[in-house]
């Protein structure tokens, strides 16, 4: 139901502080990872994990969480989920191992993933259709917010307190969201409250994309020739082919592909995968910025805000140009400038001075904000209200799905490049590496992510061309009709 428009945007207010808190999350994490390495005695390989349990948690559930959104209140799942965050982040503090820090970050995936499937479904049943890329714009900006700040609090707390605080900053930060929400977020009653749970459709899926999360994420470890990377890829296939099957036949689907038959839906969720994938690689970048140019953890985090204060600053100004043009344009010119910047950081040196940094971050941070929330406002803007919460959770989809995907792709691609750089062997422990290794590393990786991102920008110029044929025919249409 849409609320108030004295509360409308304070209930906006409660659902960014819960973004930012996700978003302020993941950007401390990535920073504190070659911490990890040195406070557990770890390898690169697994301090993984611990961004990847996360989001193999958030990739298996996504869609199950949204399909039970669509036929229970939003918000009270929204808040389930934002306290099952708020106390496993204050668990991941309490780590004593590695692998106990893992297994919490898990639980903690699963609270996010309750917020993040039925975010974007709260923010559009709450403004109206000729606000909604503004309000989707003004979400990007609070996940630019949380990312910026991130990386300067995280050097901060590490260097000052320890690491167990970049975790348990998430707890303040929780009580007051929740206390927000629950203040001026409307409930948000299905539309169609008797409709049935696809639960044989659920567990299924659940299984297939656990099963490719796992896969792609074992691959970097272990070899995608692993017999048991190639077990887990197969059954994720075999799995895909089976939901598909249940979910033609059963009356009430999980999830209801003929959503996927309306072409401009599926070319925006695939353009939203796709750069995505590319960003995964953006872990790279504090070992970069410590072991080649030798900055601290603090001046690291100061390095990282450039692309999302960038971001932040224009994401609602895409949004609200998006509302009054349309997303096609505006999208695609945020794709060009992603392409430029991995082409830029394709051309980063060891001694690349410190403007040269902060322009290639800069130019990704306004590509990104450009392109986000347009996407996301055309997602939205083309399913039924019954679906707005399948919708939202596939949105999250396709980013768990990119980050999953994109951290263990990008990450080999790295290691392949480093590798062949000083012809190491395979057993090298890559953050010990050269720094002209670990510089060749992220250009190679940067020069391929440029293509995956223009192959994005090639689907956004199809999806721009076949919406202008779709209202040139139904302007001619419309003087025969009168």
Same mark, same amino acid.
């Given at each position: 139901m849409k609320a108030s428009s004295q509360n409308k945007w304070l209930a906006l207010l409660g659902l960014g502080m819960g973004v930012f808190m996700a978003t302020l999350d993941a950007s401390i994490v990535n920073i504190s990872l070659?911490?990890?390495?040195?406070?557990?005695?770890?390898?690169?390989?697994? %301090? #993984?994990?611990? %961004?990847?349990?996360y989001v193999v948690v958030l990739a298996s559930l996504m869609l199950g969480i949204a399909r039970l959104g669509d036929m229970r209140d939003k918000k009270r799942i929204y808040l389930?989920? *934002?306290?099952?965050?708020?106390?496993?982040?204050?668990?991941? /503090? !309490?780590?004593?191992?590695? /692998?106990?820090?893992?297994? @919490?970050?898990? *639980? #903690?995936? !699963?609270?996010?993933?309750?917020?993040q499937?039925?975010?974007?479904? *709260?923010?559009?049943?709450?403004?109206?259709?000729?606000?909604?890329?503004?309000a989707l714009g003004l979400m990007g900006t609070t996940v630019s917010v949380g990312i910026a700040i991130g990386p300067p609090l995280g050097g901060l707390l590490?260097? &000052?307190?320890?690491?167990?605080?970049? @975790?348990?900053?998430?707890?303040?930060? /929780?009580? !007051?969201?929740?206390? =927000?929400?629950l203040? @001026?977020?409307?409930?948000?009653?299905?539309?169609?409250?008797? #409709?049935?749970? $696809?639960?044989?459709?659920?567990?299924?899926?659940?299984?297939?994309?656990?099963?490719? =999360?796992?896969?792609?994420?074992?691959? #970097? $470890?272990?070899?995608? &020739?692993?017999?048991? %990377?190639?077990?887990l890829l197969l059954s994720a296939l075999a799995g895909l082919l089976v939901f598909i099957l249940i979910e033609k036949r059963v009356p009430q689907p999980m999830l209801d592909l003929n959503l996927f038959r309306n072409p401009f839906f599926s070319i925006n969720l695939m353009m939203g995968f796709l750069v995505f994938v590319v960003l995964a690689g953006g872990f790279i970048m504090p070992f970069y910025l410590e072991n080649v140019k030798g900055f601290s953890v603090q001046m690291t985090g100061l390095f990282l805000m450039a692309n999302p204060i960038l971001m932040g600053i224009t994401a609602p100004i895409a949004g609200s140009l998006s509302d009054r043009f349309g997303s096609r344009v505006i999208s695609l010119m945020g794709l060009l400038l992603i392409v430029a910047g991995c082409i830029a950081f394709g051309t980063l040196r060891a001694d690349t001075n410190t403007f040269g940094i902060l322009w290639r971050l800069g130019v990704l941070g306004l590509g990104m904000g450009m392109f986000q929330s347009p996407n996301n406002s055309a997602i939205m803007g083309a399913v039924p209200r019954e679906r707005l919460g399948v919708a939202s959770g596939?949105?999250?989809? &396709?980013?768990?799905?990119?980050?999953?995907? /994109? !951290?263990?792709?990008?990450g080999s691609l790295f290691t392949?490049?480093?590798?062949? &750089?000083? @012809?190491?062997?395979?057993?090298?422990?890559?953050?010990?590496?050269?720094p002209q290794a670990l510089v060749d590393g992220i250009?190679?990786?940067?020069?391929?992510?440029?293509?995956?991102?223009?192959?994005?920008?090639? *689907?956004?110029?199809l999806a721009l061309w076949m919406d202008t044929r779709r209202k040139r025919a139904a302007h001619s249409i419309q003087p025969t009709q009168g």
């Open positions: 070659p911490t990890l390495v040195r406070v557990f005695n770890t390898s690169f390989a697994t %301090v #993984q994990w611990v %961004v990847l349990s389930t989920g *934002l306290g099952l965050f708020t106390f496993s982040s204050f668990l991941c /503090g !309490l780590s004593p191992s590695i /692998g106990w820090l893992i297994g @919490f970050r898990a *639980l #903690q995936g !699963l609270g996010a993933v309750m917020m499937a039925l975010g974007n479904a *709260l923010v559009t049943q709450i403004v109206s259709p000729s606000e909604r890329g503004r590490i260097g &000052s307190i320890g690491w167990q605080s970049v @975790f348990w900053v998430n707890v303040p930060v /929780g009580i !007051l969201t929740a206390l =927000a929400v203040r @001026f977020v409307p409930a948000c009653p299905p539309p169609n409250p008797h #409709q049935r749970f $696809d639960a044989v459709g659920a567990l299924v899926l659940f299984f297939t994309l656990g099963a490719y =999360a796992l896969g792609m994420t074992l691959g #970097q $470890d272990a070899g995608f &020739s692993s017999p048991t %990377v190639r077990a596939l949105i999250g989809l &396709s980013r768990t799905l990119g980050n999953s995907t /994109g !951290l263990p792709l990008m392949a490049q480093v590798l062949a &750089s000083r @012809f190491y062997q395979s057993g090298v422990e890559i953050t010990r590496a050269e250009t190679g990786m940067y020069h391929i992510a440029a293509g995956v991102v223009l192959l994005s920008a090639l *689907l956004a110029s």
